[in-house]
């Protein structure tokens, strides 16, 4: 095995491979095909599960503010009443998350590509962990304003990071389904954050802490604990079989993480996937290649519709129902709250695997979840003003989840299915920090510019009509995004074959 490994790579290594997909089944036996499905669903059981709690805990502590603003109102113990802001300030501090994360989204994701990816990824939990904590302190706008920029500053990076990590291990036509695996830890993070923050009213003045900063403390603290952890959970770059991984000075100190795969699994996964060890070095040449590619815009206008609504759904979800009957007291919102990220996560589980059967229609499985998200905000706007209409409004809300689940993971998977095939490595890094980074100025627009960035369309009739209808539009022009892309691409194909 030693003597043919040298073979092995200099094949796998050589531009004619490393140009073209080769990764297909079609080019391994019938048992070797058998056999990579067990090692597949082997890295399945290393990777998905630590993904899958960071960025559970990440979500948590990113969306526990927006829960804050109905938390204990009737003692005037709310975000806004407590720090002595206004409506305003709340949608200011929300935005200012994402304009530090898109700015620094894409140097964290090359960052990640140059060091240890799986370190890199720790780093993020602990730093989110420590600023999440410390909200607790948050006394006035300006220390609200600091923290929420801190807070997207070092969760720049994670999302795009987790697309570029998985690139390492998987080939495209399998990532979907793995994506959409991870990505339900938002959902049922958003969904347990608005159910345990009822209890968290309940603790309201025990130990000198109001409802919200018990919220903070909790789960500030859980998730810097399990920020270390990560440090020897999740495994490192894999490596060419035969290779040894060797630390610079400066990464000495950090522990050895025990290999996703050795021996003949590790050769045979080589086989499988070669652009998983695709060498990571990359110059500012590269890098300019894969911001300057055309297919980029279409990706980022996609991105900024569907996250765009899904952010402004997370941090105003209980505004939303709550002027829908403004009966409903604090502990009503939070436990209405989570069965839009349950229908979320019901989406994510149908609809990313059935994306990856027919990966070749990505428009298609994106098309059709977002205009159920259109369908879902008619009804929340126009269902009515009647007591059994308020149930009708929240339907629609209901819709507007199941529909958002698999839209992100679907346009992360195309980015990394394009960009990697034509790139490599840093065209993935580069890629999908450009779709998250600039693509999530569409958070920035719904949670500064709508709701109760918005005052006046609080009392619209009906309300939130604006607000609505901003999110109709800018879901319209996503899809219409999809399809552009989706037929460029084939007018570039057939070019390039004459």
């Given at each position: 095995m030693d003597q043919q490994q040298p073979a092995i790579k200099a094949h796998f290594d050589s531009p004619e491979v490393n140009n073209r997909n080769a990764y297909h089944d079609e080019e391994l036996s019938q048992d070797e095909v058998a056999r990579m499905r067990k090692i597949y669903h082997r890295l399945d059981r290393r990777i998905i599960p630590p993904f899958w709690v960071l960025y559970f805990l990440c979500s948590a502590v990113r969306s526990t503010v927006g829960l804050a603003q109905t938390m204990n109102t009737f003692e005037g113990h709310d975000l806004s009443t407590y720090l002595n802001i206004t409506s305003r300030?709340?949608?200011?501090?929300?935005?200012?998350?994402?304009?530090?994360y898109v700015v620094l989204e894409i140097p964290s994701n090359l960052a990640m590509s140059k060091l240890s990816p799986s370190i890199w990824l720790a780093r993020i939990v602990i730093s989110v962990g420590i600023i999440g904590t410390a909200m607790v302190g948050m006394k006035s706008a300006a220390s609200f304003y600091v923290l929420r920029l801190l807070l997207g500053a070092v969760e720049a990076g994670m999302w795009p990071g987790m697309s570029l990590f998985l690139t390492l291990f998987y080939p495209p036509q399998r990532m979907a389904k793995r994506v959409g695996y991870y990505f339900t830890a938002s959902q049922v993070s958003a969904a347990v954050v608005g159910l345990v923050s009822a209890g968290f009213q309940k603790?309201?003045?025990d130990g000198g802490l109001v409802g919200f900063q018990w919220m903070?403390?909790?789960w500030g603290l859980v998730t810097l604990v399990i920020g270390f952890t990560l440090i020897w959970w999740l495994p490192d770059r894999p490596l060419p079989p035969g290779e040894t991984r060797h630390r610079s000075k400066w990464t000495s100190w950090l522990p050895?993480?025990?290999p996703a795969l050795t021996g003949e699994d590790a050769t045979l996964h080589y086989k499988d996937l070669s652009q998983a060890y695709h060498n990571s070095t990359?110059?500012?040449k590269d890098l300019w290649k894969v911001l300057l590619d055309w297919r980029l815009w279409p990706l980022i206008i996609m991105y900024f519709g569907v996250v765009g609504v899904g952010n402004g759904v997370q941090s105003y979800g209980t505004v939303i129902l709550s002027a829908i009957n403004p009966s409903f007291s604090g502990v009503t919102l939070s436990l209405l709250y989570a069965p839009i990220w349950i229908c979320d996560l019901i989406g994510i589980l149908t609809v990313t695997p059935i994306s990856d059967h027919f990966h070749k229609h990505?428009?298609?499985?994106?098309?059709?979840?977002?205009?159920?998200?259109i369908v879902g905000l008619l009804v929340a706007t126009y269902a009515g003003d009647t007591m059994s209409a308020h149930w009708g409004r929240y339907v629609g809300l209901l819709i507007v989840g199941f529909g958002l689940g698999p839209t992100v993971p679907i346009t992360m998977t195309w980015t990394a299915e394009i960009f990697q095939a034509r790139h490599g490595e840093v065209g993935v890094a580069a890629a999908a920090a450009a779709v998250s980074g600039l693509g999530n100025c569409g958070s920035i627009l719904t949670n500064y510019a709508l709701f109760s960035g918005w005052p006046s369309d609080e009392n619209s009739s009906p309300v939130f009509l604006g607000s609505n209808w901003v999110m109709i539009g800018i879901l319209i022009v996503s899809i219409l995004a999809s399809w552009v892309m989706t037929f460029a691409l084939r007018f570039a194909k057939s070019r390039q074959s004459l």
């Open positions: 300030q709340v949608s200011t501090g929300l935005a200012l998350f994402y304009a530090s603790m309201d003045g903070f403390l909790i050895t993480t025990k990359w110059t500012l990505r428009a298609l499985f994106f098309t059709v979840p977002t205009a159920l998200q």
